[in-house]
């Protein structure tokens, strides 16, 4: 497709179960980006990837999210022992280069619902 | 405090009226971007810029560099803007966005 695709859209799980959301970003797009937005609030940084340099974990709330991309494309992040306060929409972006004057594309989102 | 502020955080018009939200910023930035999200939730990139004036279609933005300030303007506003309106920067020590909170706009017939 030409757009960055996540996946599920919606994902409603029970509290203490992992999950795992899925990205696919633009072909050819080397860095690529995990937000987060919890209801009625802003969207917050997670984690970041570019090419094969060692990830920008910094954003990560806490040791039970991780992420991980293979292969340089797809990109996985997975919350283990999920939380209510996990919930929220989890939007992955990719860009052709990082920094200056590069711009980010989003993909339309998984809204994660803890129970 | 947060490094990246919008004003006003809700703004209602009727149709037809000049729009301006405002972006404020603390840190320094390589550039600065402004967002739309429509209810669904997907988020558009309206404009990317590190200075000066773009503009597309109704939509016009401005940055100023010194003033660590940024507008979004919207002429003859339609019911098809309502979204939420976010500012966002690129720090110049990195390459992740930082966040304003977002402008609810809403336009009425």
């Known amino acids: 497709g030409a757009g960055v695709s996540q996946s599920p859209s919606n994902k409603v799980t029970e509290k203490g179960k992992d999950v795992e959301l899925r990205c696919d970003p633009i072909s050819g797009h080397t860095a690529l980006y995990w937000y987060r937005q919890s209801l009625g609030q802003g969207l917050e940084f997670l984690i970041y990837?570019?090419?094969?340099?060692?990830?920008?974990k910094s954003g990560l709330p806490s040791d039970r999210f991780s992420a991980e991309r293979t292969g340089g494309s797809v990109s996985t992040l997975t919350i283990q022992r999920t939380q209510q306060e996990d919930s929220a929409v989890y939007l992955c972006a990719s860009s052709s280069q990082t920094g200056l004057f590069y711009e980010q594309f989003f993909g339309p989102g998984t809204r994660l619902t803890v129970l | 405090k947060n490094e990246v502020e919008q004003s006003p955080q809700n703004l209602t018009a009727q149709e037809g009226e000049f729009i301006t939200i405002n972006c404020s910023y603390s840190?320094?930035?390589?550039?600065l971007h402004w967002l739309q999200q429509h209810p669904g939730g997907g988020i558009v990139s309206l404009f990317m810029l590190s200075s000066g004036k773009k503009k597309h279609g109704r939509l016009i933005a401005t940055i100023n560099i010194q003033e660590k300030h940024s507008s979004l303007h919207i002429t003859a506003s339609h019911p098809r803007d309502s979204a939420v309106y976010i500012c966002?920067?690129?720090?110049?020590?990195?390459?992740?966005?930082?966040f304003g909170e977002g402008t609810q706009l809403t336009v009425n017939p």
């Open positions: 966002a920067v690129i720090e110049t020590s990195g390459s992740r966005l930082t």
């Open positions: 840190v320094g930035i390589s550039a």
């Open positions: 990837f570019q090419g094969n340099s060692a990830p920008d």
